[in-house]
Nanobody, 123 residues
Framework: QVQLVESGGGLVQAGGSLRLSCAAS????????MGWFRQAPGKEREFVAT????????VYADSVKGRFTISRDNAKNTVFLQMNSLKPEDTSVYYC????????????????WGQGTQVTVSS
């Protein structure tokens, strides 16, 4: 069992930056690949980024590539999402999630989810 708690969301102007954190509790955090997803009102949840349990391999959605960076600190049971050059279309609730095994961009594969943190980007 893994519990996930996101933090770091907020209101930011377009072009600004935010850093999201996801603190995990429970066993074997380092054996899980971690992902970030987001969901805007009236839209389906979409993949943002994922990182291998070693931190050595990452995958990004095309819409955030070059602007967002996912990383993890297994010693602190935390995964991060650094978001730069934010755009109004990045406005969403952001969720972190954990999956055993290899990172994947499909939300249905993930075993555990946090409650989400709101990110709002004003134009």
């Amino acid at each position: 069992q893994v519990q996930l708690v996101e933090s770091g969301g907020g209101l930011v102007q377009a072009g600004g930056s935010l850093r999201l954190s996801c603190a995990a509790s429970g066993r074997s955090f380092s054996s899980y690949a971690m992902g970030w997803f987001r969901q805007a009102p009236g839209k389906e949840r979409e993949f943002v980024a994922t990182v291998h349990w070693t931190g050595s391999s990452t995958v990004y959605a095309d819409s955030v590539k070059g602007r967002f960076t996912i990383s993890r600190d297994n010693a602190k049971n935390t995964v991060f999402l650094q978001m730069n050059s934010l755009k109004p279309e990045d406005t969403s609730v952001y969720y972190c999630a954990a999956v055993r095994g290899f990172p994947i961009n499909r939300s249905i594969a993930y075993d555990y989810w946090g409650q989400g943190t709101q990110v709002t980007v004003s134009s």
